[in-house]
C-alpha cells in the first residue's frame, strides 16, 4: 500500500506544486496561502517516516505501479512539456528499479 511513502512523497510533491504556481508571476508573500496545504501535511509524513524503507524495500511490481501513477496524479506543473519529462522520468526510474528486482532474484 505504500501509505507512508505516500505520505511523504504528497508533501514534496505539493510543495512543489505549490512553488511552481508562485514562481509564475514571481514569489511574493501573497502566495503564502499555495504553501499551507502541503505544511498541513507534514505531521502525518514525519509520524510514519521510519517505516518507508521497509516499505520500498518489500515494494511489489503493483506497488511500483501504483506509486508512479499516484505521483504523476499528484504533481501538477504549469508547463505541461516539463511535467511530461518528469513523468517520463518517474517511468525510467521504476523500470530500473524493476530491472535491479529481477536481478536480485
Known amino acids: 500500500m505504500?501509505?507512508?511513502?505516500?505520505?511523504?512523497?504528497?508533501?514534496i510533491i505539493q510543495t512543489g506544486n505549490a512553488t511552481s504556481v508562485s514562481m509564475k508571476d514571481g514569489l511574493t508573500s501573497a502566495d503564502l496561502p499555495n504553501f499551507f496545504a502541503p505544511i498541513m501535511l507534514v505531521p502525518e509524513a514525519i509520524n510514519g517516516i521510519e517505516k518507508i524503507g521497509e516499505e520500498l524495500k518489500t515494494m511489489t511490481e503493483a506497488d511500483r505501479t501504483e506509486l508512479v501513477e499516484f505521483i504523476k496524479t499528484e504533481l501538477v506543473l504549469e508547463n505541461k512539456k516539463i511535467e511530461e519529462i518528469v513523468e517520463d522520468g518517474l517511468a525510467i526510474i521504476a523500470n530500473i528499479y524493476s530491472l535491479i528486482l529481477k536481478l536480485k532474484n
Open 2 to 11: 505504500l501509505k507512508e511513502t505516500k505520505d511523504l512523497l504528497k508533501v
